[in-house]
């Protein structure tokens, strides 16, 4: 089975300044896809940015890019000039693209992410 | 506005009752799930449908019944819950093949158990 380790329960970051949310992920499977998730109090989850395993180059989605290190497994996220409506809690998640799999989402357990002005 | 609609947002219920979580998506999407999630915790997966068909069932217990009655709609039927069921649950969809397309998530259904 897979696992997602996020390993920063809580971050905090001021208006206007980039902040790195880390995130890695054990594997045996060559074809997976890599996404992070953003939960607000108001409980939607919004897909932020996602990354094909077989892609070297690093998505990237406005203020929000990735930086994926395939060989060490790690995923993190990088939010340039950091706005308050980026808080929320952050998933990484992982997909396998096996069809047993059911193309379910398998979550890490969450970075909150905190905005000061 | 949500391309998930799930129903109702809010529900409370006794140990004894029978009801049912709804889902509705509209973007013909052929993969749909159901996800549980505690307060602080990421969400867990319950169960996938895939065409209609039931394809995974994380072993769970069977107060929980999932039902898809055809591509659209998706409900999840619930009795004898436990006080340890309350919980946010989530509902997703997807294009269903292993294709870049992410899930898209509904608003979910807050559930007590009272």
């Known amino acids: 089975a897979q696992t997602v380790t996020q390993s920063q329960p809580e971050m905090s970051v001021q208006e206007a300044e980039t902040v790195t949310l880390s995130c890695t992920y054990d594997?045996?499977?060559?074809?997976?896809?890599l996404f992070w998730y953003k939960q607000p109090p108001s409980r939607q989850m919004i897909l932020v940015i996602r990354?094909?395993?077989?892609?070297?180059q690093n998505a990237t989605e406005n203020r929000f890019s990735v930086n994926f290190q395939k060989a060490a497994k790690s995923f993190s996220l990088k939010i340039s000039d950091s706005q308050l409506g980026d808080a929320a809690m952050y998933f990484c998640a992982y997909r396998s693209g096996l069809s047993n799999s059911g193309y379910a989402l398998n979550f890490g357990k969450g970075t909150s992410l905190l905005v000061t002005p | 506005d949500t391309e998930v609609t799930q129903t109702p947002k809010h529900l409370v219920m006794g140990m004894t009752n029978k009801k049912s979580l709804k889902c509705e998506q509209h973007m013909g999407h052929r993969a749909m799930y159901w996800y549980k999630q505690k307060a602080k915790k990421p969400p867990e997966l319950m169960f996938v449908?895939?065409?209609?068909?039931?394809?995974i069932n994380e072993s769970v217990p069977s107060r929980f019944s999932p039902e898809c009655p055809n591509s659209s709609l998706l409900n999840l039927h619930l009795h004898a819950l436990q006080p340890e069921d309350s919980a946010l649950y989530l509902c997703?969809?997807?294009?269903?093949?292993?294709?870049?397309?992410?899930?898209?998530f509904g608003d979910g259904t807050r559930l007590s158990i009272l």
């Open positions: 990354q094909e395993a077989y892609k070297q």
């Open positions: 594997t045996s499977e060559s074809d997976y896809y």
């Open positions: 997703a969809s997807s294009l269903g093949d292993r294709d870049f397309q992410p899930q898209h």
């Open positions: 449908y895939s065409y209609e068909k039931l394809s």
